[in-house]
């Protein structure tokens, strides 16, 4: 079955309209009408091969909301119209300790839901920036927000389980002061989820404009990282901080913030590393510096419930297809409040 999509044949092309081919519905899987889809920085990275190993034409997009048009024989968890959703995982050898245990996010075979590999043609997965996709039902998630908030369900999708698991893990909740570095597409959603969850909240930026925004999402105090004196008032403070920068930067200022065996967990993924930390921040309070990818399947079953029920849906700009390369150029330069969603019914205009 061919449907209109968007990618790139090159690192150095712009993203234009394919057509691609998307696989016979089998009797495990569900087929998706895709209404929209986030934009993800992960996106660019892969789309500009800044990380390794693209394979083209490459159409991304992990961060999908539609419909079911189809399902297989054997699905018994969905049907035609039900809303649903598919984020970074589409398969996964399900046999392994972490598949069984529902972490199919680090499944050492696991297969994300473009330029991962496939038997299906033309040897790798295709995303989200398309009218339609299959997807075996394991990997398939309920959506039970209201219609009217699906656009800004979507980047639940990657940048919602991506901040809820690690502040799940590490408990964040009432009684637990947590940080969150960066106010962008990962750091506006963990401010959201982490003041959902109970928590007392610090934002950090290194713009001061932000403060009032980050308030407004949810955060109790705002810190600007670039103030000395701001950052030294919250030292040995912090039970957990969520770091999701996704730039080379130092992470002693925010490792001196913890307390002692508090922990800093990364999620943003720079294409280059970051400085390496000072071991004595480590060492001198037992802290710990962690990292977190993702969720499985049933903990990004648990976060869009969690999400529902507390009315929390990302801040989104809604584009047609025809603006993604220049949403890209304006994502680099941080212009975007706070993520890209392409409505999938402009794919065919």
């Known amino acids: 079955m061919q449907v209109h999509a968007y990618g790139a044949h090159a690192a150095d092309k712009p993203l234009e309209h394919l057509h691609i081919t998307r696989r016979a519905t089998g009797a495990h899987d569900v087929q998706i009408d895709i209404a929209y889809c986030g934009i993800c920085h992960s996106d660019l990275h892969q789309i500009r091969s800044e990380w390794a190993g693209t394979q083209y034409p490459c159409v991304p997009g992990h961060e999908i909301v539609g419909r079911v048009a189809a399902v297989g024989a054997h699905v018994s968890k969905f049907k035609v119209g039900d809303v649903v959703g598919v984020g970074c995982i589409v398969d996964s050898c399900q046999s392994c300790p972490d598949c069984d245990e529902g972490l199919e996010n680090y499944c050492d075979n696991m297969v994300g839901t473009y330029n991962g590999k496939t038997d299906d043609a033309p040897g790798w ?11 075996h039902e394991r990997y398939v998630l309920n959506i039970r927000h209201p219609e009217a908030d699906l656009a800004a369900v979507a980047p639940l999708l990657c940048a919602g ?58 955060a109790d105090e705002v810190v600007v990282s ?54 004595f921040n480590l060492i001198l309070k037992r802290r710990s510096l962690a990292g977190s990818l993702i969720g499985g399947i049933p903990e990004t079953q648990e976060m869009l419930d969690f999400c529902a029920e507390h009315g929390i849906v990302a801040d989104i700009e809604l584009i047609r297809a025809d603006e993604i390369n220049t949403a890209y150029e304006r994502m680099l330069k941080g212009d975007v409040k706070y993520r890209f969603v392409i409505d999938n019914a402009s794919l065919a205009a």
């Not at 997965?125 to 997807?135: C, D, E, H, L, R």
């Not at 039970?239 to 800093?264: C, Q, S």
């Open 125 to 135: 997965t295709m995303g989200g920036y398309s009218q339609q996709i299959v997807v």
């Open 161 to 218: 389980i991506t901040t809820y698991s690690p502040l799940r893990h590490w408990g964040a909740g009432p009684g637990k002061k947590v940080g969150v570095v960066g106010i962008g597409g990962l750091g506006h959603m963990g401010i959201k989820i982490a003041h959902a969850m109970g928590a007392h909240v610090v934002a950090f930026t290194t713009s001061d404009s932000k403060r009032a925004d980050a308030k407004a999402l949810g």
């Open 226 to 279: 670039r103030n000395a004196e701001e950052m030294a008032a919250h030292a040995k403070s912090f039970d957990f901080i969520l770091n999701t920068v996704a730039a080379p930067h130092d992470l002693d200022a925010f490792l001196a913030l913890l307390k002692r065996e508090g922990t800093m967990t990364l999620v943003g993924a720079p294409a280059t590393p970051h400085p390496s930390p000072n071991v």
